[in-house]
């Protein structure tokens, strides 16, 4: 394992931020290299020490650079002296218990605050890019005026704007595949996001690999051997680091393919990848690209017509669409290059008219061209939304800490008094409070910031744990300029709340009053108005919070913690997809049914079942009403289920009957409720030969044709009651009998008394492996719980 | 000819560290020799801004280069003008004629 020093991270943000604006390109290269070297050289902690002083010799210069010369340099740009600076700090220490409470609030309300923005800022499709030159990299897509939504790209399509397009260089495209890597024949594999993506891509990025190389455009001929670029985290996950992993024949689903590069930690260009393959332009895509699925950057449009007229003309060719990115040429507007696109385009169309009659073409910003909605006003103003919320919640922090603040000048008043005797203005005075203020929500701003990083990098492990995608290479823990300049006004915003009004309100008085009044005791400072206004608004808020909090706690529990009444740890689940080139399979249920036999002969496989939805996962949640001619209807979780669920899921029939092989053909309109259906829709009357029928929600028109009820089973999630379950009682099931011609996304349980662990991984492997060969399916693992590393990525337990 | 631009210490000494580094004068490569000539720590970022002031004069050309072992962008790499000679001697000369039969006080004093 190749262990390398870093550099103190917010020293080199700060570097980077002060090479930026001394337009000094290599400045933090340069620091990297002769850091790495001393801290080879000497130790880690001088080197670190050294970079330091470079960070701070750099915000220097950038300081000077901006002051004019010849003026002297005042001592604080909004005229507090340092005198008030360094009373602040020592209030501060006068006072810990308060400076300890303010700064905790604070700070926890600034992290709040400016996490939210940091993440919002990222989100944005607008914001910067973190590429070299970012600004000018761009996207191609066309969009379908009909459907308001991308249209797809073809391969055709790509090889045209290369050679079309002359405001626009380094042109390049990629699909996303998911596939799985075997180090090698030990090795149980395991998906991998993987882009099959043009050579240029690499060039696009300005990024070099840390081992070897990356895609070259001789890997794109069409004798050239199958090659491979793992990213910085496969390396060290999947082949531990090994430094000769160059070379190395891999197995990439069922091929193989020599890896050439390893690229650096944080490169997932283009969008969250961790594998790059060849795209090659001459060809149909590449056995992984079939499956390419329809996610963000992947390209696929709802205009599968396109697809289907491949062969209309020569632009029109190529299997699975894409994503094209390019790079604006010097001097060359994103204006320019969408008239030169346009152009194309209407060439484009007189060949093709009929696949190009509701498509535009599009050069738009990278990140803004990959998402498929436009941004509207609302969203932005969703958005900012809440960035509104954080902001109200800073200031409910600081109208808090105001009345600390009141407080402790209602103990300072004889201080004050002296101050005003001694000529102090109101002014002066104020202006001091605010300071104090200010010093506070300085250090609570620091606090709180440099938690932002840590909290993101927190957030993104939280992510990635729960099964999610790496975020996208743009989404960087780390502190941005943008969020600091925001802090720093939360920050003022802060200290105004928390210094300036409690500060008028104590000098006020005294100002007001003649001093010797004041001064003999006159009952000292008094609670009035606007306290009573911060003190009512803070309990309204705490209220309401404390209520959203709750609520939230429920909704989150109810999504992610159900409790089930079936051992949950002895099922594997399997997701089968449908594969993305071939949806229309007819074959896919014949082919589930012969995985189902297969995974049921093996050992230790006591049942195994197919299901729309399986328990503990989320279901359509539909209105149903029942025929007993109230009128009432209820919200009901809706599941489409085999014939044998109940029995492998041990859901005992309390009453009727299961679903039988009659149940499955088309016209036959029975469901089965559970036991809570019949408690919350009936009143625990009998059940069976009542009717019932969707009323709205799911997929399906409102209203639908009425179903009879012919078992009732018991609950397969929990009854046990709760400390949380204090507004909700557990949710009623329906369930409906999974149709003989039901096509995927299906999914299959198993049940293994011994546990998953009981199950070698090839042998669930097998089955897929066969099945994916043939080409009409593709699996993934449960979204549930995967373990750790499941069976080469197919199964994992519920 | 015109005459040779007048420079300032550090200008001076990051003019001559780039001559006699040579090829391979980046901001790194700079500042070490600075560094090993005279014993001093400039700051890296003084370097750089240098460099780039020095370009902006005229004194020095740079282009792009390869990149470091470590990665990263590609460097820019610095190499002095006909200029910039001119003024680095302008400056050798300049103060090899202040030093020129200077006698200190005190060395008058202890004689």
């Not at chain 1, 000077?64 to 008030?84: I, K, V």
């Not at chain 1, 989100?123 to 910067?128: C, G, I, L, Q």
């Not at chain 1, 449908?578 to 995974?599: C, H, K, M, P, V």
Request: aromatic share 6%.
């Amino acid at each position: 394992m190749i262990s390398v020093p870093r550099p103190p991270g917010l020293s080199r943000r700060l570097l980077e931020l002060a090479s930026r604006s001394l337009q000094t390109p290599d400045l933090v290269d340069d620091a990297d290299d002769l850091f790495a070297e001393r801290a080879r050289t000497q130790d880690l902690r001088a080197a670190r020490r050294w970079y330091r002083r470079q960070a701070v010799a750099a915000l220097g210069r950038v300081v000077r650079s901006r002051l004019p010369h010849g003026r002297p340099r005042p001592s604080c740009a909004w005229g507090a002296t340092s005198l008030d600076v360094k009373l602040g700090v020592r209030m501060l220490v006068r006072y810990p218990g308060l400076t300890a409470v303010a700064v905790i609030a604070m700070a926890f309300s600034i992290f709040i605050g400016a996490g939210l923005f940091e993440v919002i800022d990222q989100t944005f499709p607008n914001s910067r890019l973190p590429l070299p030159g970012g600004e000018r990299v761009v996207g191609l897509r066309y969009w379908d005026r009909a459907a308001n939504t991308p249209a797809p790209v073809l391969l055709g399509d790509l090889r045209a704007w290369r050679d079309e397009l002359t405001a626009i260089g380094s042109v390049g495209g990629f699909r996303t595949v998911t596939v799985n890597l075997f180090a090698d024949d030990a090795d149980q594999g395991g998906p991998i996001t993987t882009a099959v993506m043009s050579p240029v891509g690499f060039q696009l990025a300005g990024e070099t690999p840390l081992l070897g190389r990356t895609l070259a455009e001789s890997d794109l001929a069409r004798d050239a051997p199958p090659v491979v670029v793992i990213g910085f985290r496969v390396w060290q996950t999947r082949f531990g680091g090994d430094p000769t992993v160059v070379g190395r024949t891999v197995r990439l689903d069922d091929r193989t393919a020599t890896v050439v590069g390893v690229m650096r930690e944080g490169f997932r260009f283009p969008i969250s990848h961790s594998l790059w393959i060849p795209l090659r332009l001459d060809e149909a895509a590449p056995a992984a690209a079939r499956h390419a699925a329809a996610r963000p950057g992947a390209g696929t449009g709802g205009n599968r017509r396109a697809l289907d007229r491949r062969r209309v003309s020569p632009r029109a060719d190529g299997n699975g669409t894409i994503a094209v990115f390019g790079r604006l040429k010097d001097g060359v507007s994103m204006a320019r290059a969408q008239v030169e696109l346009n152009a194309g385009l209407t060439r484009a169309a007189a060949d093709d008219p009929e696949r190009f009659d509701q498509v535009v073409g599009e050069v738009l910003p990278y990140r803004q061209a990959l998402f498929s909605r436009p941004m509207t006003l609302m969203l932005h103003v969703m958005i900012y939304q809440l960035n509104a919320f954080a902001a109200l919640f800073l200031m409910l922090v600081s109208a808090n800490i105001a009345l600390l603040m009141f407080a402790r000048a209602a103990s300072r008043e004889r201080e004050l008094l002296v101050r005003t005797a001694l000529g102090a203005s109101r002014r002066r005075t104020v202006r001091q409070l605010f300071v104090e203020a200010l010093v506070l929500s300085a250090i609570a701003t620091m606090i709180g910031l440099a938690a932002v990083g840590p909290g993101l990098r927190w957030l993104e492990q939280q992510m990635v744990a729960m099964g999610g995608d790496t975020p996208p290479f743009w989404f960087q823990s780390r502190l941005s300029a943008p969020t600091a300049v925001y802090a720093g006004v939360l920050a003022v915003l802060a200290a105004l709340i928390a210094g300036v009004v409690p500060a008028l309100k104590a000098t006020g008085r005294i100002a007001a009053g003649p001093l010797g009044r004041v001064a003999a005791g006159g009952g000292g400072l008094r609670f009035g108005g606007i306290w009573s206004a911060v003190v009512v608004a803070q309990i309204a808020a705490t209220v309401v919070f404390a209520g959203g909090a709750l609520l939230m706690v429920q909704q989150a529990r109810r999504s992610g913690t159900v409790d089930a009444t079936f051992p949950a740890d002895q099922y594997l689940s399997m997701r089968v997809d449908l594969d993305a080139t071939n949806a229309a399979s007819s074959g896919y249920r014949d082919r589930l049914r012969q995985l189902e036999i297969a995974l049921a002969a093996e050992p230790g496989v006591t049942g195994v079942t197919v299901a729309r939805q399986l328990p503990l996962t989320s279901h359509p949640n539909v209105r149903v009403e029942v025929d007993t001619g109230d009128g009432g209807a209820n919200e009901v979780a809706r599941a489409e289920v085999g014939i044998g669920f109940f029995d492998v899921f041990g859901a005992r029939i309390l009453e009727g009957r299961g679903f039988t092989a009659a149940d499955e053909m088309p016209g036959a309109r029975v469901v089965v409720v559970d036991e809570y259906f019949v408690e919350s829709m009936l009143g625990g009357r009998s059940a069976i030969g009542r009717r019932i029928r969707q009323t709205g929600g799911g997929d399906e028109p409102a209203p639908d044709s009425w179903h009879t009820i012919v078992g009732v089973v018991r609950s397969l999630e929990s009854d046990r009651p709760s400390a949380f379950d204090i507004f909700e009682s557990p949710r009623p099931f329906v369930y409906r009998p999974l149709p003989a011609d039901a096509t995927g996304p299906l999914r299959l349980a198993a049940h293994v008394p011994a546990g998953p662990v009981a199950v070698p991984a090839r042998s669930i492997a097998s089955p897929w492996e066969s099945a994916r060969r043939s080409g009409s399916t593709r699996c993934r693992g449960s979204t549930a719980s995967p373990p750790p590393r499941s069976p080469s990525g197919v199964s994992g337990p519920i | 000819m015109t005459p040779p631009a007048t420079l300032g210490e550090l200008e001076a000494l990051v003019l001559a560290a780039v001559v006699r580094v040579g090829d391979g004068a980046n901001g790194a490569a700079v500042y070490r020799e600075i560094q090993q000539r005279t014993g001093r720590d400039p700051s890296l970022p003084a370097v750089h801004v240098t460099l780039r002031r020095l370009e902006e004069k005229g004194l020095l050309q740079s282009e792009g280069g390869t990149t470091s072992p470590r990665g990263g962008r590609p460097r820019r790499f610095y190499r002095a003008t006909r200029n910039g000679v001119h003024a680095i001697q302008a400056f050798h000369d300049m103060w090899r004629s202040v030093w020129r039969g200077l006698r200190w006080p005190d060395a008058e004093s202890r004689k």
